[in-house]
Structures are given as C-alpha cells and as structure tokens.
C-alpha cells in the first residue's frame, strides 16, 4: 500500500494536532478496525507526516508532545524530521523518539553531494506511480523569498527531485510571483533567481524540465508586468524561466496526474482496485480531486481570497473541489461582512455565496471549529454545508462519485 502522507512547515497549534488525530481515528476505527489486530505485523506506515520548519517545534511543547504520542500509539504512524532544521533550531526530539525510536525518524537519507536530505525522503513519496520513468513532481509555491525560509525549502524540494530523476513544475501564486524578479542580490542568503537558472540547467543536462509558471494576476497586481492592448500582458522584470499564465491556465496544470506538493499539504492514495486503467490520464474521472483547507483570518491577508480564486480556477477546469473552511478560516463565515471603499467593496461572504452551487465545487464548514470559538455560520449562506470529523474523514479519505484518480491533493492556505 502507497502511504499517504502530510508535509508540515507551519507552526503547529493543538487545534490542527488535535483534529489530525481525530482523523486518523476515524480511519483506524471506523474504516479499518482489523488494522488494531495486524499493527504489530505492518512494516510499512499507512501515514506518514514530515515535519519541517517551525513544524518541528511541537516536538518539544509539552502540550503538543501528549498528541503526539496519541498519533504514535495508533498503527501504523511515522513521524519523518528534518534533521538538518533540527540541528539548525536546537530542537530535540527524544522524549518522543525514546518511546517510539522505530516510529520517529530524525535522519534523513544521503543526497548525492553526501549531505543528509529531508527532501529526498519527501519527493521519494511524491513520484508519480501511474506513469514510467521519469515522472513529474509539482509545487505550490506562494510566500515571498528573503522574509520567509520557504523559498530556500522550495530550492531543496526542486534539487531532490531533479535528483531522483523527477522533472519538476513550479506554480508561483500570491507572493510566490516574487521570486521571479530578475536582479535580486541578496547580500546574506541564497540568490532564488540565479538558483532557478542553475536548477533549469541541471534540469535539461538530465533530460528533465523545470517548468514555471506565475499567476498573471498576481504578478500584474505586484508590478512585474504591463497590460498592453495589442499583446496583453508584457513581462518587465521576470527571469526568463518564469511564465506569466491566468490562474485557469494554471490550473489546468493541475489536471495531470502528478503529485502536487507545498509548504503544507497532504495526499491521500486511492485502492488500487478503485482505479480504472483503461481511462485517460485527462479524463475526468482520472483527474485528481483537490481539497482546500481555509485555515487562516480571513481578512488579514489574500490567502482566504486567494484560496477562493483558486478553488474556482480548478473547478472550472473540470477538477473536483472542495473547499472546507477550519480553524481560523471559520471567521470568513460568521456575522455579516460589510466591506467598505477603502476595503474596495469586496465582500469574501458574498463571494463564497456566488460561488456556492458551482459545477465541481463544493463548501464545507468544520463544525468543531464554530463550537470552539464560540460563533455561528452566517445562516444565508446555505451553500455552505457544515460537516464533523466522519463527514472531513469521508471527504478525505474517499473520493467524490465518478472519480477514480490514484489520489486526492489536500492545500492549506
């Protein structure tokens, strides 16, 4: 069995550990008791979660380790750290790794340079199963290079799977598009522009791609490129590897069948014998599935617009997708929103209402959310349908009717 797998950089509240492992309960108790009987026999783990970044600071929270130990006592469960950010944060990871040193891997495979590599365990479980050698590998990039470490986590993630063979498309959304600015010269880290270049190289020595693509919009907004009459969009200050495309257009991208990767995300694989081999790999119902998790403020960023913008994008292009708004994300559904001038009229409410109802696009509420802070869904919008960790898991863990994809592609934003 193909483990699914959840790549976390983000800090981590109890909240987000707390329904995981609701989740992981419901797969394990409701879906596959028997797994309780057969856990000691089962070498291979049904889920794994890589950690990375202040992903890896639960590791030491007290608060945080007791969840921790609740995921470890289910079958089947590893826990895969970066050591290098380990080394790097002065993190420890033994009270958890005494009990469970099978369970808790904090040492990574060798990269041909000799050098330990958390991403070369990562994009060893991103290749793509359902096509030969050499496969693809995606990612969703969208935070803004210099002020984050993310972009320098997007240049390891690339390398690993040129590394392993694998060609690479790169999707640069919301402050991702930053990383595109030709002339940066940063005096005290890594040149993402210059190592894009170097990456596209090594790409096309080992008869690879790197493909990049920037969101028009996003780029257009940011000041990266002008809108003539007769050519449209004309790039100012984008490196050459970098592609201006409209959000559908990326989106259609997402159409093909290789694992999609970010910052933080999931897959989820189907059986085996749930996958039809005589479809396409364009055919609809071999299109995987997409689930977006809204779990940031609404308001305070693009991140909540953005993932709606997103949402639409892919559902136009005929990819299932549901939307589920949890944790913080919930505040984009309760009171009534009443945006002003300076806000420029958009009203998130009235946007998540327009867009309810759409063909291959669906909302959903995480309930446990509402409840924890105390508020209420905004009743008009009906088309948004509140759900408990059995219906999250259901969503989840099996795909919508009429899709047989290998497997479903789970985006925080």
Known sequence: MTSHFFLLRDALSPERLGWMEELLKFYFLKLNPQS??????ERDAVFIFFLTGDALYSLQDPSMIEIWEKFLSLPSIKLVCDQEELAFRGITSERLKMKNPELVITHNSLALNGKSSFWKDVTRYARQHDQPIPSTIGYLHMASPYMNRSSGILLDCLS?????????????????????????????????GVALEN????????????QV???????ETRGYCVRDEKEGLVPTCIIKQVKLRELKDIAL?????HIIISENCATFFAKKENT??????????????ITILIARHPLGSEYASGALEFAIACALRDIQTRVIFIEDGVYALTGVQSPNKKTNGFNLQEAIDAASGSENLQFFVYTPSLTARNINKNRKLTGVIPITIADLGNLLFFMPT????????????
Request: with cysteine.
């Open 160 to 192: 690993a799977a040129l590394e392993s063979h694998a060609s690479c498309d790169l999707y640069c959304y919301l402050d991702g598009v930053h990383i595109s600015h030709h002339g940066q010269n940063p005096m005290d880290a890594e040149n993402i």
């Open 276 to 289: 039809k081999q005589s479809l396409g790999f364009d055919e609809k119902g071999r299109v995987p599935p």
């Open 199 to 210: 990456l596209d190289t090594r790409a096309g020595k080992r008869g690879l791609h790197l």
């Open 36 to 41: 309780f009987l057969h856990a000691s026999k």
């Open 213 to 219: 693509y920037a969101s028009a919009r996003c780029a």
């Open 253 to 257: 991208q997402f159409r093909s069948n």
């Open 402 to 413: 009429g899709v047989v994809a290998s497997h479903q592609r789970v985006l925080f934003f």
